[in-house]
């Protein structure tokens, strides 16, 4: 019988990347991860429903965590992000070998990850939630959920490692299946668990976090199976999955600004949080609902996004400049479209969305005003993230660090503090649009000089 393995060695057919209409790539590529990225969205607002119903202190120790779940999704994102764009650039430049070793040190850096996240939520989980309030109800709540989601965190982890590498060689539509079934599976199991339905024991938030890393590793498996089964471009050879300096520092090269800027998404929210809550715990609900809102017109931003990254990166390491600046012009037109659309929403019925966590008036007269002024950003935000995201695929990911770090933590948060000494809560909102305008000027000057230089290190290569 004739020996079907893959040679690790062998060059790669042309992939799909480097030949397909782009407009027709781009919708293939990104079209099924937008879906799967309001899946998330919506698990997100299911989950805080379930928990809500528990009670107030339920939901409360559910927040608390969200920092030590950010921080293992920055991480774990962050650097399935760097193989990924490692990975595609080095099947574009046909240099199969490279392509393998990322992928192989990608799966020993997410299992890296996993061992001191899962030591940290074991050691550290009570003294995180002791930190931040003596409500003992609310510290036993958290210890629970914390540990288990960390804990078990394996899940999670090697979810963003292969999907990304799934994504990476242009299967999204086999992406977005794991990510689906995870997603479902944890929405299904959460009121099971939460309140012991169906002979299950009733866990309460113990239940939520259980329903959460089942999902997580159910989808880590089927990504697994897929990427060994119908992933040919990838070859996953146990022997390889080690350490390398070389391939390590690479891929962080690419995916530690996503690190950091999805950790100071944590920190802006906490510094809003407590200048809101100087005006009334009102305004802090609202600041919630807005999060909770605006992710059904982000994520698919994010999810186009994402699909747009390997594409680029794929081009970019083929030397088919042409194909990376068209691809790049669809995807900013796409996102800037949805984001109009989401801002048209937040303009003409904020208090419909704001209906959906029961606001009473006082929430909804803070509310519309809120919603309104903070969706001007919208605006701009589309251009900023795609901008961000062309810098990192091809070279220069400090440059959307430096954006994401002047917009929440130099401009946004200052801003909002100083409109807050005005004693007028409606000016506060202000800062997010003013924020995002300094982000575009940023961000114009950015993508212009990554793709100057991009351009110039083609020609002194000698290609086109």
């Known amino acids: 019988m004739k020996d079907k393995t893959p040679n690790p060695g062998a060059a790669p057919r042309e992939n799909k990347m480097g030949v397909m209409p782009e407009g027709r790539l ?7 991860m937008m879906i799967s990225m309001l899946v998330q969205a919506l698990y997100n607002v299911v989950d805080s429903v379930f928990v809500a119903q528990i009670s107030q202190d339920a939901l409360n120790a559910v927040s608390l965590a969200f920092p030590l779940q950010n921080l293992m999704i920055a991480i774990g994102g962050g650097t399935a992000l760097g193989m990924n764009a490692l990975l595609s650039r080095s099947l574009g430049e046909k240099r199969q070998d490279m392509a393998d070793r990322a992928a192989n040190v990608g799966i020993f850096l997410s299992l890296a990850s996993y061992a001191v ?11 995180f939630f002791l930190a931040q309030t003596d409500i003992t109800t609310i510290v036993d709540y958290g210890t629970d959920y914390a540990r288990i989601c960390m804990g078990l965190s394996v899940g999670i982890f090697c979810q963003f490692c292969f999907e990304r590498m799934l994504q990476a060689t242009g299967r999204t539509t086999l992406s977005m299946c794991t990510q689906l079934i995870g997603a479902l599976i944890n929405i299904v199991l959460d009121p099971i668990l939460i309140f012991g339905l169906l002979g299950f024991p009733r866990m309460e ?7 959460t890393v089942t999902g997580q590793i159910v989808a880590a498996v089927v990504a697994v199976v897929m990427n060994i089964k119908c992933n040919p471009d990838v070859h996953i050879r146990p022997r390889f999955i080690r350490f390398d300096r070389r391939v390590s520092a690479e891929i962080y090269r690419v995916g530690l600004p996503t690190i950091v800027m999805q950790s100071i998404g944590s920190v802006m929210t906490f510094g809003m949080n407590k200048i809101l809550i100087a005006f009334t715990d009102t ?4 600041f919630g609902a807005y999060f909770k809102l605006q992710s059904f017109i982000f994520m698919p931003v994010f999810g186009l996004n994402n699909g747009m990254v390997p594409i680029i990166s794929y081009n970019y390491g083929a030397a088919r400049m042409d194909r990376v600046k068209k691809t790049v012009k669809l995807t900013m037109f796409t996102a800037v479209s949805i984001m109009v659309i989401g801002f048209l929403l937040f303009q003409l019925i904020p208090d419909q969305l704001l209906g959906f966590f029961n606001a009473g008036e006082e929430m909804r007269s803070i509310g519309r005003v809120a919603l309104r002024i903070i969706s001007l950003s919208f605006l701009l935000a589309g251009f900023n993230i795609i901008a961000g995201s062309v810098c990192q695929a091809i070279g220069n990911p400090m440059y959307s660090l430096i954006v994401s770090v002047c917009r929440q933590l130099v401009v946004l948060l200052p801003a909002a503090w100083l409109l807050s000494r005005t004693g007028r809560l409606e000016l506060v909102w202000w800062s997010f649009p003013v924020a995002e305008v300094v982000a575009l000027i940023l961000s114009i000057m950015f993508l212009r000089r990554t793709m100057r230089s991009a351009e110039a290190r083609m020609r002194d290569s000698g290609n086109p």
């Open 205 to 211: 938030v113990a239940g939520a976090a259980a329903a």
């Open 283 to 286: 305004a802090t609900a609202v």
């Open 117 to 127: 996240f899962a030591l940290t939520g074991l050691l550290l989980a009570r003294p």
């Open 26 to 32: 781009l919708a293939g590529m990104a079209v099924p």
